[in-house]
């Protein structure tokens, strides 16, 4: 079972910035991608950026240019670094990583950006 611990979200104003991360624990196998997701207030959960082992990557067309992922094969850590923050970027971040067979999520981190 893995376990994916969130950090790093919070209050900012339009245009400050964020770093999320976020680390896998407990048993797992070979990690394989890991990414973030959000769920805005009304709206369904939406892909923001994702980070194979390889180093792929692949971005929201509303974050591109403003956010990177990264991560840490070796620490099973992944990090989004938010920069120009917008309102519209209010969510609660939730980190997802596909380990095997099976896709775990973590409890989710709330950022919200202030007008």
């Known amino acids: 079972q893995v376990q994916l611990v969130e950090s790093g979200g919070g209050l900012v104003q339009a245009g400050g910035s964020l770093r999320l991360s976020c680390s896998a624990s407990?048993?797992?196998?070979?990690?394989?991608?890991m990414g973030w997701y959000r769920r805005a207030p009304g709206k369904q959960r939406e892909l923001v950026a994702h980070?194979?082992?390889?180093?792929?990557?692949n971005y929201a067309d509303s974050v591109k240019g403003r956010f990177t992922i990264s991560r840490d094969n070796a620490e099973d850590t992944v990090y989004l670094q938010m920069n120009s923050l917008k309102p519209e970027d209010t969510a609660v971040y939730y980190c997802?990583?596909?380990?095997?067979?099976?896709?775990?999520w973590g409890q989710g981190t709330q950022v919200t950006v202030s007008s």
């Open positions: 997802a990583a596909v380990d095997g067979p099976q896709a775990y």
């Open positions: 407990g048993r797992r196998f070979t990690i394989s991608a």
């Open positions: 980070i194979t082992t390889g180093g792929s990557t």
